[in-house]
């Protein structure tokens, strides 16, 4: 049955405090758990929210956030349409979460908060669910250290193919150079993470017209605009 098995993937029965904001009335594979559909209490073991752009998403997470509404260890758990689904005309692509609510490729956290990146899933033909926990300190601790160096590690190696990417821009490619190695790579993580040709060339542009402007990373770029 649909129900059980995206209750069970999610294994949304061991939440005994749940909230789920937006659910549209077709949706019954939730109907097995009691939750809030506004916030009532003053914390939630399980935020399940449904989005349908990433603004959306990102308002969520910071009124999680700002609210103090998820415990420690407990999950926030949005669900999006799919691409091709047949309901919907948007749909939220996996390849620009990351960058949009600003993910650390290498610990999987959100910046600025204790929640981290930790399943994807198939919710059903229509949407798709990823689910983030809520760290405690000592966690917390341990996720803020990435597990590679700088100059090593994934990505590392399409330093040289994003050089020669960049070859047609001298601008670019010349400030390129003088980056450090571990801008380097995350210039070539926001990339190269991209599973899809056409994602992947409208980062490089991206990532051209920035570093010609001078930015090191894109992260800087970002605060520039606040």
Same mark, same amino acid.
């Not at 970002?222 to 606040?226: P, V």
């Given at each position: 049955m649909p129900e059980s098995n995206i209750v069970d993937k999610l294994r949304l029965h061991k939440y005994d405090c749940n909230l789920v904001i937006g659910r549209p009335d077709f949706v019954t594979? /939730?109907?097995?758990? =009691?939750? &809030?559909?506004?916030? =009532?209490?003053? #914390?939630?073991?399980l935020v399940l929210a449904f989005v349908f752009s990433l $603004?959306?998403?990102? #308002?969520?997470?910071?009124?999680?956030? &700002?609210?103090?509404? /998820?415990? *420690? &260890? +407990?999950?926030l758990i949005f669900v999006y349409p799919k691409k091709g689904n047949k309901v919907y005309p948007q749909y939220i692509g996996r390849d620009d979460i990351f960058p949009y609510l600003h993910v650390s490729f290498e610990t999987g956290l959100v910046e600025g908060t204790s929640l981290k990146i930790n399943k994807m899933v198939a919710f059903n033909?229509?949407?798709?669910?990823?689910a983030l926990k809520q760290l405690g300190a000592k966690d917390l601790k341990k996720a803020s250290v990435p597990g $590679?160096?700088?100059?090593? +590690?994934?990505?590392? $190696?399409?330093?040289?193919? /994003?050089?020669?990417?960049l070859a047609p821009c001298l601008t670019a490619l010349e400030f390129f150079r003088t980056l450090t190695p571990g801008y380097q790579k995350d210039w070539a993580r926001h990339v190269y993470s991209a599973k899809s040709?056409? *994602? #992947?060339?409208?980062?490089?542009? =991206? *990532?051209?017209?920035?570093?010609?402007? +001078?930015?090191?990373?894109?992260?800087?770029y970002?605060?520039?605009?606040?």
């Open positions: 594979e /939730l109907n097995s758990l =009691e939750f &809030d559909c506004t916030p =009532e209490q003053p #914390q939630y073991n $603004e959306e998403m990102s #308002q969520t997470v910071r009124q999680v956030v &700002d609210q103090d509404l /998820l415990a *420690t &260890d +407990g999950a033909d229509i949407f798709t669910a990823t $590679e160096s700088q100059s090593s +590690g994934p990505f590392a $190696e399409q330093i040289p193919a /994003l050089e020669q990417a040709a056409e *994602t #992947q060339a409208k980062r490089l542009q =991206e *990532t051209i017209e920035l570093l010609e402007k +001078g930015f090191k990373s894109l992260n800087l970002r605060q520039s605009q606040k």
